[in-house]
């Protein structure tokens, strides 16, 4: 009988790491290709998934199309707790199963909102940037302590926040339908309306997974409820924004700045409405990538493909009820 195949599409996963080991030695062929070995190939990924009977997944587009010509398929075990990139429905009319690895990033997802936050606050990259062509500007910024903090989903990642936030001395007052009690009252947290936190903050940072009611929270009307001196951070899913209302309200002067990790359409296209503006910050959705994190969630999800091919469901399976 033909050994299993596992495609692995995350990029920072190489051949010969401790990820292919495991799977090897677990008994099955192994092959990368992420979307930076594709660049030139022309492979597709529907063609790549073909053959496969698991995938350790990255943030490739995993459509009904993709999942579709997969006969063999039965698991996506993603590297990182964000699954939106993958039709899990697709996924479950086909029975296969689909596994992020949530938890395990929220650490460095964390410490990069307090980064992003800081390099807004007092514009660190636009004097790193300033001295590199030999200027020096002395510009001036805020202080993070004393300052009120609204975070947007106060789940794994936005209670860190939330914690790393008060040890800097800020307020911190928070909005998500499904508050933890008894975090909030521990860390003296006031919960609130969304408006109410988008009028009160001086930073308002976005911990949200994308889906049907999360896309555009962030539009013009909410925008507009923002103080002008304000930050909008967002180290979740570009999706949650409306890009070309935040375009329109920063040059307007409506708000202060943005620092973005992840933008709706990745990596951020030439002609994108956000280029060009000097107080939005945009990084590479590197929010997750510490050699820690990358090291655990790799590692997860992999364990994840192995066992699902065993015949084990692990107990993070999105949608376990639907696999086959
Ligand atoms: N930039 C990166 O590299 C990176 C890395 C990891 C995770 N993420 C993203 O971070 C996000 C949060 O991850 P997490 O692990 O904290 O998730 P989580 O599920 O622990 O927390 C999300 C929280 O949002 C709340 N929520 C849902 N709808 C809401 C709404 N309309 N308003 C306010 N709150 C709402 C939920 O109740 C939950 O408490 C995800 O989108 C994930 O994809 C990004």
């Known amino acids: 009988m033909p050994r299993q195949r596992v495609l692995v599409t995350t990029a920072w996963l190489r051949p010969g790491d401790e990820v292919h080991r495991f799977l090897e030695s677990a008994g099955f062929d192994v092959i990368h290709r992420s979307f930076v070995d594709t660049a030139d190939s022309g492979e597709t990924l529907a063609e790549l998934v073909s053959d496969a009977d698991g995938v350790v997944a990255g943030t490739d587009p995993f459509t009904a199309e993709v999942l579709g010509s997969a006969p063999r398929l039965k698991v996506i075990g993603r590297t990182g707790s964000g699954f939106d990139n993958i039709d899990v429905h697709a996924a479950s009319e086909l029975g296969m199963a689909v596994c992020p690895t949530p938890g395990v990033n929220s650490q460095s997802v964390a410490e990069y909102t307090l980064g992003m936050i800081l390099s807004c ?30 975070i947007v989903g106060l789940g794994a990642i936005g209670r ?128 997750a990538a510490t050699v820690e994190s990358r090291q655990r969630s790799g590692r997860m999800a992999a364990q994840a493909v192995v066992d699902v091919l065993s015949g084990v469901i692990p107990s993070h399976t999105v949608n376990k009820e639907f696999v086959r």
Request: charged share 20%.
């Open 160 to 287: 860190l926040v939330a914690t790393m936030a008060i040890g800097f001395g800020m307020r911190v007052i928070a909005h998500d339908p499904k508050l933890d009690e008894a975090f909030i009252a521990q860390h003296s947290i006031e919960a609130v309306e969304l408006d109410d936190l988008l009028g009160q903050s001086d930073f308002v940072t976005l911990h949200l997974f994308l889906n049907a009611s999360t896309r555009h929270i962030m539009d013009a009307r909410s925008l507009a409820l923002m103080k002008p001196t304000a930050f909008l951070i967002n180290i979740s899913r570009g999706g949650v924004i409306d890009e070309r209302a935040l375009a329109d309200a920063i040059r307007a002067g409506n708000l202060a700045g943005a620092g973005l990790d992840t933008v709706e359409e990745e990596p951020l296209p030439e002609d994108s409405v956000l280029r060009g503006l000097d107080n939005v910050l945009i990084t590479a959705h590197i929010g």
């Open 121 to 150: 606050a007092r514009r660190i990259p636009q004097s790193v940037a300033a001295v590199r062509a030999f200027g020096w500007d002395q510009v001036s910024g805020r202080e993070l302590a004393g300052a009120t903090l609204g």
